[in-house]
């Protein structure tokens, strides 16, 4: 089964998952996984993150809990390549997460 955001990686055996920010380039990987799935549910947690209620999902009934919300965010903070305002808005939502 193919999934939104995730793709396989042969050199490494490994499935990659990545989402690409509205209006932004290039994409943001959110890290290597050892199966589809949670490859698709990484990708998932992101887009919620990122596009809200615009956000192609996955699992649409699947709701991630705040730890995978929480570490998708920092991994999304952590790349080079992120730009200022996501960094921003993952900054705006890790000090929410932490709140509560």
Same mark, same amino acid.
């Given at each position: 089964?193919?999934?939104?955001?995730?793709?396989?990686?042969?050199?490494?055996?490994?499935?990659?998952?990545?989402?690409?920010?509205?209006?932004?380039?290039?994409?943001?990987? /959110?890290?290597?996984?050892?199966?589809?799935? =949670?490859?698709?549910?990484?990708?998932?947690? @992101?887009? !919620?993150? #990122?596009? &809200?209620?615009?956000?192609? /999902?996955?699992?649409?009934?699947?709701?991630? =809990?705040?730890?995978?919300?929480?570490?998708? @965010?920092? !991994?999304? #903070?952590? &790349?080079?390549?992120?730009?200022?305002?996501?960094?921003?808005?993952?900054?705006?939502?890790?000090?929410?997460?932490?709140?509560?």
């Amino acid at each position: 089964m193919t999934y939104i955001g995730v793709t396989w990686k042969a050199r490494s055996g490994n499935y990659e998952a990545m989402i690409r920010p509205l209006g932004t380039y290039p994409k943001l990987s /959110l890290g290597r996984f050892l199966d589809s799935k =949670s490859a698709a549910r990484a990708y998932d947690a @992101a887009a !919620r993150l #990122l596009h &809200r209620g615009q956000a192609t /999902l996955n699992f649409p009934d699947w709701k991630p =809990s705040d730890e995978m919300l929480q570490l998708i @965010a920092t !991994r999304i #903070l952590t &790349r080079k390549n992120c730009p200022v305002h996501i960094q921003a808005m993952m900054k705006q939502h890790l000090t929410t997460i932490a709140s509560v």
